[in-house]
């Protein structure tokens, strides 16, 4: 790692200060900007600890919104989600490894944006609102591509306001090694409508799948998918898994996702 | 360089560390506590699995001033007060629970915390919680035996193999 300077405040306001200065980098939990930063990939002139702030640790679940602040682990997310919301349970208690869901958090997730992490597709198919230091942000305007979101510079996600669905699900057909999503389809159904986000597979990240929300808006069963197929153009391929494979394995755990959900 | 001061395995430890300073390096380096071993050095393998607050973390991927005022604990501090293995060490010896022993003290630290959240875990739940712990030599079978054994289950079951 290159050098840096580490800061530890109490407060957002603070931490806001503090990521005013040039190339000054938030730090979640760590679990991918260490790495990161040991390859050197990123030359930070300081890191600015997110995890010593109360209001960022803080948990709600109000008339079947379920509030997790932006540096709740996912171990601790989990937890809090077990009873409210089970399926967003069931996808913090298997990102990474116990050790990782100590230290990930659900802001740095989200704020990183992997192309194949969990809670993003949790996030778009909730169609949750992420809170920041400045202002509220649906899903649907907060993911713009491969590690690209709407935050701004110095921004801070503070908490993620998460809808109760009347039914999800997530499935995650994991890569092996790697164990993140080769794909994975989290599937939320709303009294407003059905939702599927897909993750692992676009090379733009996470996306809704549209047709397929349609189709089960019609009849919340696997066998309203019958018939539809994603393009595999855009998909990734690599030596894990061709676009097409990508495209079809996202129908069939989608597929799966329903029948768990339905 | 700025002062980190923390509890470790319970006495006071402090010194000066660098922003980028690793509480795996912090442990081994400064306090010369060497069993929290540093496999991968990329938060893959859990050989540098510790405690801090009570929670399994990877010191590898902790930056050693983000444990400030923490307690930690690492496999220095797993024996009992008169020196002997403690019961999770204990098993590992019994069922053979390792070979070249590079992964023990990670694994030691995984099974501790593991069983204190789920004291009786399965087969399925040990395997499920040590995926972030590689083992390039045992195959893991007589590590999860040895889990299930420190955890007072009939391990006679298990397959050896």
Not at chain 1, 149 to 160: D, K, Q, R, S, W
Request: glycine share 10%; charged share 20%; aromatic share 6%.
């Amino acid at each position: 790692m290159y050098e840096f300077e580490f800061e530890k405040p109490s407060t957002v306001a603070e931490a806001v200060a503090a990521l005013a200065d040039e190339d000054a980098q938030a730090l979640g939990g760590g679990q991918t900007l260490i790495p990161t930063l040991k390859q050197r990939l990123a030359m930070p002139s300081k890191l600015v600890s997110l995890t010593g702030i109360a209001q960022l640790k803080e948990l709600s679940d109000n008339a079947g919104m379920l509030t997790i602040g932006g540096a709740v682990t996912h171990a601790e997310a989990a937890e809090a989600a077990a009873g409210p919301y089970p399926a967003l349970a069931d996808l913090a208690s298997h990102i990474g490894d116990p050790a990782v869901r100590n230290r990930g958090t659900i802001g740095g997730s989200l704020a990183n944006n992997d192309p194949a992490a969990c809670y993003p597709a949790a996030a778009l198919g909730s169609g949750a609102t992420i809170v920041t230091s400045r202002r509220e942000i649906t899903a649907d305007d907060y993911f713009r591509g491969l590690f690209e979101t709407a935050l701004e510079e110095g921004e801070i996600i503070t908490a993620v306001r998460f809808p109760v669905p009347q039914k999800a699900n997530y499935q995650k057909f994991e890569q092996p090694a790697s164990r993140f999503a080769l794909v994975g389809v989290f599937v939320a159904k709303y009294a407003a409508g059905v939702r599927v986000a897909v993750t692992g597979a676009s090379e733009e990240g996470v996306f809704r799948w549209r047709e397929a929300e349609a189709a089960l808006d019609a009849s919340f069963a696997p066998d309203a998918l019958d018939g539809l197929s994603l393009d595999a153009g855009g998909m990734i391929g690599d030596l894990h898994g061709t676009k097409e494979y990508r495209a079809h394995l996202a129908a069939v755990v989608t597929r799966w996702a329903v029948a768990a959900a339905a | 360089m700025a002062k980190v001061s923390m509890t470790v395995n319970g006495k006071d430890a402090s010194g000066e560390v660098e922003g980028r300073t690793l509480l795996s390096s912090f442990l081994r380096e400064q306090l010369g506590l060497t069993g929290t071993h540093v496999g991968c050095d990329t938060s893959q393998c859990g050989a540098c699995v510790v405690h801090v607050d009570g929670k399994a973390v990877k010191a590898c991927t902790m930056l050693a001033l983000e444990a400030e005022g923490a307690e930690v604990a690492t496999i220095e501090g797993q024996a009992n007060a008169d020196g002997s293995l403690n019961t999770i060490q204990q098993a590992f010896q019994d069922h053979h629970g390792l070979q070249c022993g590079f992964c023990t003290p990670g694994m030691v630290m995984s099974a501790a915390a593991l069983l204190k959240d789920n004291p009786k875990p399965s087969e399925q739940e040990i395997r499920d919680y040590l995926e972030g712990n590689l083992c390039r030599c045992t195959g893991y079978h007589n590590i999860v035996k040895a889990i299930m054994a420190a955890s007072g289950q009939d391990v006679s079951s298990i397959a050896a193999e």
